[in-house]
């Protein structure tokens, strides 16, 4: 079957450093990789969205000076939060599709990040 | 804009009550629309998707009809049980050129109590 899995599934970091977290997509090519967070008491915001071959797009309040995205293959994406502050605690989820067959989006349990 | 609204922030039920929890959206064209179900410390699961309009999916004994007309996408059970606890989000996914982008609402956190 699909599955989505997310490394590591919680992290604290100080303010002002930064945080990678993962993302790996098995049994099925990812060829599309949308990052979300949910910040505390929220709904899922779209980061960006990543699809192989193309630029990332990223939504309004969301740069790529912040959060860096790598979609080097059909199976793994990764996002960096740089310069974590408090306002970036949430959880943060990976989204993988294979659009080339109109499949569904998996998500991933999500990274947990704390900023102390 | 593209939303989608649920109103209710907090559903408390007994065990084999009936539920209803309310959502609707907003959008141009002819969305895809979901009910994603989140447990503590989990990631959101999908529970039920319908493409079509007018129909109705069902997943585990919950169901939702796309309603085009009224714009909603309601989702019910006739009996609850504890274990269905849970964060319950409603959602439609708007389809970009070579991507994907799903729009939630702000979730209805369903407790059932034994």
């Known amino acids: 079957g699909a599955l989505v899995y997310q490394y590591p599934r919680r992290t604290i970091c100080k303010s002002g450093t930064s945080m990678r977290m993962e993302c790996q997509a098995v049994?099925?090519?990812?060829?599309?990789v949308a990052w979300y967070r949910q910040s505390p008491q929220k709904t899922f915001e779209l980061i960006a969205l990543s699809t192989v071959n193309s630029a990332i797009k990223y939504e309004q309040n969301f740069t790529q000076e912040k959060f860096p995205i790598s979609h080097p293959n059909l199976s793994f994406s990764s996002m960096t939060v740089l310069n974590a502050y408090l306002e970036d605690r949430g959880l943060y989820l990976c989204g993988a599709r294979d659009w080339t067959n109109y499949a569904e989006q998996f998500f991933g349990p999500g990274t947990r990040l704390t900023v102390l | 804009g593209d939303s989608v609204i649920q109103m209710q922030g907090q559903v408390t039920l007994s065990e084999n009550d009936f539920l209803f929890i309310n959502c609707t959206y907003s959008t141009t064209g002819y969305p895809t629309l979901f009910w994603y179900v989140q447990y503590s410390g989990e990631g959101p699961q999908l529970l039920l998707q319908?493409?079509?309009?007018?129909n109705k999916g069902s997943s585990r004994g919950f169901e939702a009809t796309y309603d085009k007309g009224t714009t909603s996408f309601h989702l019910q059970k006739t009996s609850v049980q504890e274990i269905d606890s849970a964060v319950y989000y409603c959602a439609m996914r708007q389809a970009g050129t070579g991507g994907y982008k799903v729009v939630f609402g702000s979730g209805t956190r369903l407790l059932v109590s034994p």
């Open positions: 319908v493409t079509t309009a007018n």
């Open positions: 049994g099925f090519q990812a060829t599309s």
